[in-house]
């Protein structure tokens, strides 16, 4: 049994009197692919905020290595903890290798002063992530795909246990979603590190996550292996439209499709579930 | 541990003291010019021969030209330092304690302190003090929420907050009828004619700590600018850092508009420019503010005395001559 190196317990938050997240409790384990998703407003990105320590919660609390998180102090949890943003703007004309070499900052003294040591560990960040040929290239020059690609290797700088994602790959496109999304991977396989991810792509979730877990209105639809968690049942109870659930091509993955409102109108005829077949049975 | 120097005290080394050399040379040229001819050397044996001589030119020298001099890099320094604070707080490279409004709140309260009879200092110091963290708690709240960091709601916050200090001040001015008028509006001009040592001295006692206080916070203010959420991530104790950098900012900042009144845009002008020359990294740029700050201000405030055939002008003129054209500059450009 591998051990959780996050741990929520009975968590709750509120934006001024509207409940965002109700009684969460679950854990992450350690060197696991962890992806959230859920509809718009389901609370995911501020259950992501509220495990990096950027709020504090209402009642309950978050546990990183077995610590309550708001125990850190700032610097120490930058060691353990990672984040890496949706997106980052930039209006200062910082270089690659700047931005990275931020991500060293928790390691070094007050004025962040590198030594050769800490170059040396942001080139190899720079290459692992296979943006090394823009290290002197300025950050507000770059693409989306490569920005998000600098971003990562900031948080690899890091040396952190785990890494939080929100979501990595909203504004990129289909080929950078899937660069992306396997550096997490090799970032689990390779270093060892905890990925945590909040994601609106399902099909994405449902080929790299070892969990899944499924947020509504701020409380959990269903978490587990994708392919437990993945059922016509629990995204039409989720997302609230009929969504068709298929094993991909690729095999071995649920696959979501999502339904035009003009092929509704014949239920029953041309609208086959196979995918719930197969969890019923 | 690696003998190697890191990277950046390498480059410490090399621009400090080009930049250092630029200030003793405007600094030197600021002693040796003005409406009493003295020549580039005569200046020269006066600063070496000391105060005690007798003379006019070296009289005038060092009760005048030198404090006020001494006085100019000060001033100079402290607001292209509190321009660039602002910048990397707000993440906008257009912020500036004079178009967000903080220099004309402590003109308020400074020109208060005056009419209430206190002297300059302490009184009218904490006077102008206060009425910087006014209006700096206005501004953050009213451009607070999702769009504290957009440049528009941040920069029309600053005008209008400008605008308000303006008439307070216009009202101020209005209800004032003797000598103190005259006074009071030559300072805010922002004028130094009247300096001596020992206004300098007090003005540096203030203002010198301030300046070590942000040069160690400067790495900080790199990872500001990342976002308050990275920056948390990476180790940065938001709260607690960007209080510091507030009330010191502030804190200097006060402390010279009641000395000097309003200098406007060298909080701009300054750490744009060093920053197109030397990159972004505060670590440089706060060390290199303060000496090309007051390079620049030492540079405006001679230009003051010696180009109008009678008299001179208020410094502050000559910046925002410069200033305010170099804003709508880039302010044009930001826009996509």
């Known amino acids: ?281 | 541990m690696n003998s190697e120097k890191p990277a950046v005290l390498k480059r410490l080394l090399t621009v400090l003291p080009a930049l250092g050399l630029i200030l003793a040379l405007s600094m030197y040229a600021g002693i040796s010019l003005g409406s009493t001819q003295s020549g580039f050397f005569s200046a020269f044996d006066a600063l070496i021969s000391g105060e005690n001589t007798h003379g006019l030119m070296d009289a005038i020298i060092w009760k005048i030209r030198f404090p006020r001099v001494l006085m100019a890099a000060l001033v100079g320094a402290t607001l292209s330092l509190g321009g660039l604070v602002f910048q990397a707080i707000l993440r906008n490279p257009l912020a500036e304690p004079y178009i967000l409004g903080i220099s004309g709140g402590s003109a308020i309260g400074a020109i208060a302190g005056i009419l209430m009879g206190f002297s300059r200092f302490p009184g009218v110091c904490l006077m102008a003090f206060a009425g910087s963290l006014a209006t700096l708690f206005l501004i953050l709240v009213m451009s607070s929420g999702q769009t504290l960091l957009r440049q528009n709601a941040l920069l029309l916050s600053g005008v209008m907050v400008n605008a308000f200090c303006a008439a307070v001040i216009m009202f101020l001015v209005s209800m004032t009828q003797d000598s103190r008028l005259h006074n009071i509006i030559f300072w805010l001009m922002g004028d130094f004619s009247m300096t001596g040592f020992s206004q300098a001295g007090i003005l540096a006692a203030i203002n010198l700590p301030c300046f070590f206080l942000l040069f160690f916070l400067s790495n900080k203010m790199n990872l500001l600018l990342m976002g308050k959420d990275l920056a948390q991530t990476m180790g940065v104790n938001f709260a607690a850092v960007t209080l510091a950098l507030l009330v010191s900012t502030s804190l200097m900042v006060s402390a010279t508009v009641s000395h000097c009144g309003l200098l406007g845009f060298v909080g701009l002008v300054i750490p744009h420019l060093l920053r197109m020359i030397l990159g972004p990294d505060h670590r440089i740029l706060v060390p290199a503010c303060i000496l090309g700050g007051g390079s620049y201000m030492v540079i405006c405030d001679t230009l003051a005395r010696a180009l109008p055939h009678q008299g001179e002008m208020p410094a502050g003129v000559i910046t925002a001559m410069v200033g305010a054209p170099l804003f709508i500059y880039l302010l044009k450009r930001s826009r996509p």
Do not use: W
């Open chain 1, 1 to 281: 049994m591998k051990q959780a190196v996050l741990r929520i317990r009975d968590l709750s938050f509120f934006y001024e009197k509207s409940k965002v997240l109700e009684s969460l409790s679950f854990s992450v384990e350690d060197n696991g692919f962890f992806i959230i998703i859920g509809p718009n407003g389901s609370g995911k990105s501020t259950l992501l905020k509220l495990m990096a320590g950027l709020i504090n919660p209402v009642s309950g609390q978050v546990e990183v290595l077995g610590k309550s998180v708001g125990a850190y102090k700032r610097k120490a949890l930058a060691k353990i903890l990672g984040l890496v943003p949706q997106t980052t703007s930039m209006d200062f004309p910082f270089t690659v290798m700047d931005v990275v070499l931020m991500g060293r900052s928790p390691h070094l003294g007050m004025l962040g002063l590198e030594r050769e040591e800490d170059i040396h560990i942001a080139m190899q960040a720079l290459k692992f992530t296979g943006v090394d040929a823009l290290s002197s290239r300025e950050m507000g020059r770059l693409s989306g795909g490569e920005r998000q690609r600098v971003c990562i290797a900031r948080a690899i700088c890091q040396d952190p246990k785990i890494i939080l994602l929100d979501e990595p790959t909203a504004s990129l496109d289909l080929a950078h979603q899937i660069r992306v999304m396997d550096l997490m991977e090799k970032l689990q396989h390779e270093k060892g590190i905890t990925i945590v991810m909040v994601s609106h792509d399902i099909n994405l979730a449902a080929m790299y996550a070892d969990t899944l877990l499924i947020l509504k209105d701020g409380r959990i639809v269903d978490s587990g292996p994708p392919r437990d968690v993945i059922t016509f049942k629990t995204l039409e109870q989720t997302y609230g439209c009929t969504l068709l659930v298929d094993e991909s091509p690729l095999g071995n993955y649920p696959r979501v499709t999502q339904v035009p409102g003009k092929y509704l109108k014949t239920p029953n005829k041309t609208v086959h579930y196979p995918r719930e077949n197969l969890n019923d049975a």
